[in-house]
């Protein structure tokens, strides 16, 4: 990633070291594109000057592994003792080079951050006293982003005043400061082609947060196939990072960089692809301002009350594949939303049962959480393409949907259903399901029959469903499953046959249950 401290590091041990060691021949290479711009004759020209010398070399920012492989390749051009310092932003280009050791830059800590702001914007290692809160908050901000606690604290020296501090603070929580945000558009320049850029700014503006799998599902419906493989490249160009609980992540700056992009990339809201901000996505659907440019809406209620918004609204958004409401309700005619939506995140939906007129074969991701449905459709429309369907905290659902015509569906979340009394037995019909939630269905007192012909689930939860009070032999009928979890319900005694292919002390005291292999 840009700015994280790459060049100076290296610069640091570089200047440490040449004084140590004895080297013949120096190098320290910040412009390693502009010599493989020459053509071979500066790789050339650079692997003469260095030939069987005892050389320090650093090439900086190295962006692709043509730019250095003549080089770092071929080590019998250097003298025995020699030293090469590779920078990039792509771990994979040291891997391939088959590099002896790899360093990770990681941020600076709370108090490291705000020394070097204090250094840059007051010449002393810690804030002046009345500008020490103001300080903390520019620097949380920063992320611990050295090139951008320099910059700031630069840009605020012989500006002490609490109107200036409190500026740079409210512009910086919009987009990154402008020799910041250079570098880090660096890094998405980088990128391979329009499919990695779409799923960073994807992730940018909507999925920071939330499970990779979960996101991967949505990115491969919408188009962007490969995306495991897409989201890999980018956690490993440092663009992306891997948080608790396989969440993604991202620095706060990129962020803000990416969506700094999308901002830019059009003056009206209607015409961006991507719309997140409150203010923008409000314009948007009161005034009717939508374009075929949108791709993805987020609209989060900043309270419980739901807003009303017309259906109509979103006519013109023809190319929309990302959805989430949050307290909305829709007024009008649902056959104006998108045929092309993959991901529909609805929350606080308050009509009984989805109209008739939605109908959205294309949905890969359907939550239709905390609602107040009694059921989910009059009648089940074909939807193949449906892999994730999450009905949790439904408080009035009574039965589930026929699940005939949702062949594809591979996890089914209804957690928190406290009326759900009734499992359609068509759900034994879907072969390929790996995951049923029925956590806190309190009124659910038993399970279709059918359920022990689901041979590809790995998972099933009970938890709290206090009205299941057996644990029937069929259940050895799912060979897949290596996830049982019946904490907290009305089961007493297990059959000899399930204890011995399941761990009886996880069985009844835990909350997931492991098969013995």
């Known amino acids: 990633m840009g700015g994280s401290g790459k060049t100076t ?35 050339i020209h650079l692997q003469e000057q260095l030939k069987g010398k005892r050389a320090l070399i650093v090439l900086d920012d190295v962006s692709t592994y043509d730019q250095v492989k003549e080089i770092c390749v071929n080590r019998h051009y250097f003298a025995r003792g020699s030293v090469l310092i590779v920078t990039s932003r792509d771990v994979r280009i040291l891997q391939l080079l088959e590099v002896d050791h790899v360093y990770s830059i990681n941020e600076m800590d709370k108090n490291k951050s705000l020394e070097l702001f204090s250094w840059h914007a007051f010449r002393q290692p810690s804030p002046i006293k009345e500008f020490r809160q103001l300080s903390e908050n520019i620097v949380a901000c920063c992320g611990g982003l050295p090139l951008a606690l320099e910059a700031i604290g630069s840009s605020l020296r012989k500006r002490t005043t609490e109107k200036y501090f409190e500026n740079a603070l409210s512009e910086l929580r919009r987009s990154p400061n402008g020799k910041v945000q250079k570098a880090l558009i660096k890094s998405y320049d980088g990128l391979e082609d329009d499919c990695q850029r779409n799923i960073f700014l994807d992730i940018c503006c909507f999925f920071i947060g939330k499970d990779i799998a979960y996101v991967t599902e949505i990115l491969n419906g919408c188009g962007l196939y490969a995306a495991d493989t897409k989201i890999t490249d980018l956690i490993e160009r440092s663009l992306l990072k891997v948080e608790k609980n396989n969440k993604l992540g991202m620095h706060d700056m990129l962020r803000d960089m990416g969506r700094a992009i999308v901002e830019r990339s059009a003056k009206k809201p209607g015409e961006r692809s991507r719309l997140w901000f409150h203010e923008d996505v409000h314009k948007v659907l009161t005034k009717n301002r939508g374009t075929k440019t949108v791709k993805g809406l987020v609209w989060k209620s900043q309270s419980n009350n739901n807003v009303f918004f017309k259906a109509d609204s979103f006519r013109k958004m023809k190319k929309l594949r990302l959805l989430q409401l949050d307290h909305v309700d829709l007024t009008g005619d649902y056959v104006h939303l998108s045929q092309k939506l993959r991901w529909l995140h609805w929350q606080g939906f308050t009509g009984d049962r989805i109209p008739d007129e939605f109908y959205q074969k294309n949905l890969v991701v359907f939550e239709l959480e905390h609602n107040n449905i009694e059921q989910v459709w009059n009648e089940t429309k074909s939807m193949e393409k449906l892999k994730i369907l999450n009905l949790s905290h439904s408080k009035y659902f009574t039965s589930t949907p026929d699940f005939s015509k949702l062949p594809n569906l591979e996890k089914l979340i209804m957690e928190d259903c406290p009326h759900l009394s009734e499992v359609h037995q068509s759900i034994g019909d879907l072969s390929k399901l790996l ?57 007493k005694e297990v059959p000899y046959s399930v204890l011995g292919a399941f761990n009886n002390s996880e069985l009844f005291g835990y909350n997931a249950t492991q098969r013995i292999n």
């Not at 998972?459 to 060979?479: A, F, P, V, Y």
């Open 9 to 43: 590091t290296a610069r640091a041990i570089y200047n440490q070291i040449h004084l140590q060691w004895k080297f013949v021949d120096l190098s320290f290479i910040e412009n390693i594109k502009d010599i493989c711009n020459k053509g071979e004759g500066g790789v």
């Open 435 to 491: 995951l049923i939630n029925l956590k806190d269905c309190t009124s659910l007192s038993n399970l279709p029959e059918k359920i022990n012909q689901l041979t590809s689930l790995t998972t099933l939860i009970l938890s709290g469903c206090s009205k299941i009070d057996r644990l029937e032999e069929g259940i050895l009928q799912m060979e897949s499953l290596t996830t049982l979890a019946i904490n907290d319900t009305g089961v």
